[in-house]
């Protein structure tokens, strides 16, 4: 009895456990076939952007210069002596040929008075010798020893060279007659005078200045690149302007016109002088004076905020939105504007739009929404 009752307790113990393991198989494998339900999909970013408008702008780069004048002469006497008028002070303005002093001239005067008749002494000399020599050759040797012929002859040529050693005598005492006169030999402004009648100068003795005020000069040092990008023209500062802001904060009225540049770099600030000249009718730019030299150069390009344009070892990009997808394309910087942007070569695709935000590469794989701006919005007004 007992025996039979433990076999039946384990058969029913087996089935049981039999019908539980269809029931976890079953389980599993219906878990293990069901669709897995989708996942929700990432949100999508929203980025701002802005279209890549073309447009010309002015760029001015500033660089500090000096003003010189294109002619600065130190008035000094040719001749020695005392002064006896001084036509003008200092400051005093003046053409050339305008009379600046007189020294004295009776010494001269005199000089010129004895040299004149010394020549009139040879003319008569020499008028008398060739008359006689003119006779003795008529005469012929019939009438006279060709000894006389000789003597007269030798007279003759003695007294040609008398008067004109006379005479360039007589030029060179009304040249110094004349250097009693001083004169301006330029058009510009007088200097300080230092200087009162009585006074004894000679031509170791510098009287006083004149320097030209109009036009007049400024010199100013521009970097070794800029110097390669002007020297690639046709003709250095083609198509730009030179302006001057003064002292003041004033753009002076006048644009300066290209002259010439330097021969040789400064090796110690790595820039090269150039020359420019001002008309300066007003005498607002004086001789030494320092200026901010501003060369506005035109360009045609896309203006946007230097924070938009990644600077990386291998080249300048920015990020571009063309519908939604943001990508990392090259960007050529043509110049900077004013303190906070760049113009870019427009290299861009029709349809193209600066992203404003802020980027990584990471981004390029991703689908955006963009929501557009003006294209102002890419430029930071300075």
């Known amino acids: ?14 089935v049981l456990l039999f019908a539980v393991l269809i029931v976890i198989g079953y389980w599993g494998w219906h878990h293990y076939q069901k669709t897995p339900e989708p996942q929700p999909e990432a949100a999508e970013r929203t980025v701002s952007a802005a279209p890549l408008a073309e447009r010309e702008v ?7 210069g000096y003003v010189t004048p294109i002619n600065d002469v130190s008035v000094r006497p040719y001749i020695s002596g005392f002064i006896d008028d001084i036509k003008v002070k200092g400051g005093s303005e003046v053409k ?10 009776a010494e001269y005067k005199a000089q010129l008075d004895a040299a004149a008749a010394s020549v009139a002494q040879a003319q008569a000399t020499y008028n008398n010798s060739d008359v006689y020599y003119q006779r003795i050759q008529k005469a012929g040797t019939r009438a006279v020893s060709k000894t006389e012929i000789d003597n ?5 040529l003695s007294a040609q060279a008398a008067l004109s050693q006379a005479e360039a005598s007589r030029m060179q005492a009304e040249v110094n007659y004349n250097y009693t006169i001083v004169k301006a030999t330029i058009d510009g402004v007088v200097g300080d005078v230092a200087l009162s009648v009585g006074d004894y100068v000679s031509p170791q003795n510098v009287l006083l200045s004149v320097i030209q005020y109009n036009p007049i000069r400024v010199v100013f040092s521009i970097t070794d690149k800029d110097y390669l990008d002007e020297a690639g023209r046709a003709e250095m500062f083609e ?26 770099i400064d090796r110690a600030t790595n820039s090269i002088a150039v020359y420019a000249d001002f008309a300066n009718p007003d005498k607002l730019l004086v001789a030494n004076a320092y200026v901010d030299v501003l060369v506005e150069k035109k360009y045609r390009g896309i203006v946007v905020r230097k924070n ?10 920015v990020y571009v939105a063309d519908g939604d997808r943001i990508s990392k394309v090259k960007a050529e910087i043509l110049s900077e504007y004013g303190n906070n942007n760049y ?9 193209d739009n600066i992203v404003l935000d802020r980027m990584n590469s990471q981004d ?19």
């Open 1 to 14: 009895m007992n025996e039979n009752g433990g076999k039946k307790d384990t058969s029913w113990f087996s």
């Open 58 to 64: 002015t760029v001015d780069k500033g660089y500090i």
């Open 96 to 105: 050339s040929g305008d009379v600046l002093l007189i020294i004295n001239q």
């Open 152 to 156: 007269a002859k030798a007279s003759y």
């Open 239 to 264: 198509g730009e302007k030179i302006r001057l802001k003064l002292a003041d904060g004033k753009i002076y009225p006048q644009a300066g016109e290209f002259r010439y540049a330097d021969n040789q």
């Open 308 to 317: 938009l344009v990644c600077l990386e070892p291998d080249g300048n990009y």
């Open 343 to 351: 113009v870019l070569k427009n290299t861009f695709k029709p349809g």
């Open 364 to 382: 390029e794989a991703g689908k955006f929404k963009i929501t557009l701006k003006s294209a102002a919005a890419a430029e930071e007004k300075n």
